[in-house]
């Protein structure tokens, strides 16, 4: 249990980072000529003093140790917060990889979303804890979605600072499109958008707090929601704030695609339930 704010690994010396990412290699090295466990690791250098600290490898070797994945193939989506890898899993299937960043000092805005979710009130100081509790957290609101019939990836395991999910797309690896990189976008995805946060809202007690045409796929079953870290419990004190905001940005973006859209009042008390 953390009691003390843990240093900052973005205030160390340069010489102690250094060391630390040199550390690192030398162990990847190893690793990846006795188990091939990540494929192209050379092509990403930097990413031993922002992704793959040796704990985060430690973690990584225990998920492959428990059979969730095999080995990461490739790369697929980086942000300030985390990087996105394709995996594959001892079965032959894909799967993503999801790390969270343990250097990343975006986290420390992101107490809006922890701080008043009585889900998660037992949160301890230290950035390190945040990040762990962050990555818990979106695993537990992707599994409640989920059960309750939200099309969101199926979450598969979660250790540490690391999420394994279902990978939405192709064989080949390809991910689904977001919406923002979709070129036909029809009344029925902007319905079944509002629909999938109606789902979310009444049955998975959810509000995602940070949707828009970023994280929202169209897929050959329909509209899926993804990034759940930031969704809270409609408990929340601002969850009716984050919720028309939420509307907001799907309206916005249908609207400029040329879809009709609803009053956003009446959307949120849509979702709500608050009307019939």
Known sequence: MLSEEEPDEQQLPREEKSKAA????????????????????????????????????????????DGVI????????????????????????LRIVKIYLTVSAEFKKRMQYIAGDPRFSDIKRGSRSLIMTWARKEFKNMR?????????????????????MEFVGDSEGNPMPALINTEEITLSDYQQVIEQMTILYQKAKLVHADLSEYNIFKTDLGIMLFD???????????????????????????EKRGIEVLNTDQIVEKIRGDTK
């Open 70 to 93: 095999q080995y990461i193939e490739s790369s697929l989506a980086a942000g300030k917060e985390s990087k996105v890898y394709l995996a594959v899993a001892p079965d032959g299937s």
């Open 228 to 254: 759940f870290g930031s969704a809270i419990d409609i408990r929340h004190p601002n969850s009716k704030r984050f919720l028309f905001r939420d509307v907001t940005n799907i309206n916005r973006f249908f």
């Open 144 to 164: 409640t979605a989920h059960a309750v019939g939200v099309r969101v990836p199926l979450p598969i395991a979660i250790k540490k600072n690391v999420l394994v």
């Open 22 to 65: 040199a550390q690192a290699d030398r162990w990847l090295s190893k690793y990846e000529r006795k188990s091939r466990f990540l494929n192209k690791m050379s092509e990403d250098y930097d990413v031993f003093d922002n992704v793959f600290d040796l704990p985060t490898l430690m973690t990584i070797n225990e998920l492959r140790s």
